[in-house]
């Protein structure tokens, strides 16, 4: 396996893992939001846990396209994304907390970007950049319903 490669999927399961931690979050959130925005966050974090859940097969499928195992365990998703924050305590905390993991997620998914450019893997990049511009999109939604 060449070196740009391995960077390559070192690089997507960094993007597995810590879609699979903001998923793990997100749908945590939606069971326990509560207060006057309840039924916006509620509806909200639905949406944005099921594209999350959604985009986990089809990096994982990269991976394994890519000649490596994916991960399979709970142990081996979280060991690629960081460490998990103490539990938010409102559902303000809770649109902070979230907007925190999608700007890292973001970041995450630049250096990715870049990374499969590097190897070659014209196909991994523009998944990638779908995901950005999803998780873009979603940043711009929470920020501005916070104005």
Do not use: C
């Not at 326990?32 to 966050?41: A, D, I, K």
């Not at 890292?104 to 950049?129: F, N, Q």
């Not at 999109?137 to 929470?142: A, G, Q, R, S």
């Amino acid at each position: 396996m060449t070196t740009p490669n391995k960077a390559n999927i070192t690089a997507l399961n960094a993007v597995l893992g810590q879609t699979f931690r903001l998923y793990v979050q997100t749908h945590g959130y939606h069971w326990n939001v509560t207060g006057p925005t309840f039924r916006q966050l509620h509806e909200l974090f639905e949406a944005q846990y099921q594209n999350l859940w959604s985009a986990l097969d089809e990096i994982a499928e990269r991976i394994r396209i890519q000649g490596a195992p994916a991960p399979g365990s709970v142990a081996q998703l979280m060991a690629h994304a960081p460490a998990e924050e103490a539990p938010a305590q409102s559902a303000d905390d809770m649109l902070s907390k979230l907007i925190a993991g999608h700007e890292a997620l973001a970041t995450t998914l630049r250096d990715a970007i870049e990374t499969a450019g590097k190897a070659g893997d014209e196909v991994s990049a523009g998944m990638l950049t779908d995901r950005l511009e999803w998780h873009e999109k979603e940043l711009w939604m929470m920020k501005a319903s916070r104005s």
